[in-house]
């Protein structure tokens, strides 16, 4: 089955704890992104990555890190949360190829509270 | 950079009847614009998209229309049913160029029976 996975799905931790979510998607996409929910403000872009080894930050870049060392994986790192990260988190991966739909697939979500 | 606005934030419309939401965007350049639905406690699915080489599109209840010189599209949703009470989100995107797209805030759809 076509399908991006997030682990964990909820998750509290306390200011300062590094944390790792997992993204990982089964459809050869090139395109993978992490995104941030927030009552009233929508979608919020984090970091998105075109291909291995390139990444490019978002709207809402700081506090976070990732990785893409490998084409299915693209891990969200909080070096050292803080409460304003508290949000729902999405990741995402589509195609970037201009003969197909650009549509993005979205994966569970996590729930993320950080005291 | 790109920003885009979406009007209204809820709209209550009676199931049968239409529901338009708006966008507005800002770079002209942007020539790619989807819509996804998050249904309560779900992930964001698309149920439809422009390409700014056409004006309008259609898929069965769904319509998107394009006014690249007034730089805002719709979304029309004819005939509500219940199942279509969700968040609706629109986008923009110079896809080809920056691969990022710019989400508006939400509309919060509610079909009263």
């Known amino acids: 089955e076509a399908q991006v996975t997030q682990n964990p799905r909820y998750l509290i931790t306390v200011t300062g704890k590094k944390l790792t979510v997992t993204c990982s998607q089964n459809?050869?996409?090139?395109?993978m992104s992490w995104y941030r929910q927030d009552p009233g403000l929508g979608l919020r872009q984090i970091y998105y990555?075109?291909?291995?080894?390139?990444?490019d930050k978002g709207d809402v870049p700081e506090g976070y890190k990732v990785s893409r060392k490998e084409k299915r994986n693209f891990p969200l790192i909080l070096e050292s949360p803080s409460p304003n990260q508290t949000s729902l988190y999405f990741c995402?991966?589509?195609?970037?190829?201009?003969?197909?739909?650009?549509?993005?697939?979205f994966g569970p979500g996590t729930r993320l509270t950080v005291t | 950079g790109e920003n885009v606005e979406q009007h209204p934030s809820t709209l209550s419309v009676q199931e049968g009847d239409s529901a338009v939401i708006k966008c507005t965007y800002s770079?002209?350049?942007?020539?790619?614009f989807p819509w996804y639905k998050q249904e309560l406690g779900k992930r964001p699915q698309l149920i439809i998209d422009?390409?700014?080489n056409v004006g309008e599109k259609k898929d069965q209840r769904i319509a998107v229309t394009l006014n690249k010189t007034a730089k805002h599209f719709s979304l029309h949703i004819t005939e509500t049913q219940p199942e279509d009470s969700a968040v609706y989100f629109c986008?923009?995107?110079?896809?080809?160029?920056?691969?990022?797209?710019?989400w508006g805030a939400g509309t919060k759809l509610i079909i009263k029976p």
């Open positions: 770079d002209s350049a942007s020539n790619y």
């Open positions: 995402a991966s589509g195609t970037a190829d201009s003969r197909s739909s650009y549509e993005q697939y």
């Open positions: 986008a923009a995107s110079r896809w080809d160029s920056n691969y990022q797209l710019i």
């Open positions: 422009i390409r700014s």
């Open positions: 990555s075109m291909n291995v080894e390139v990444t």
């Open positions: 459809m050869n996409h090139e395109y």
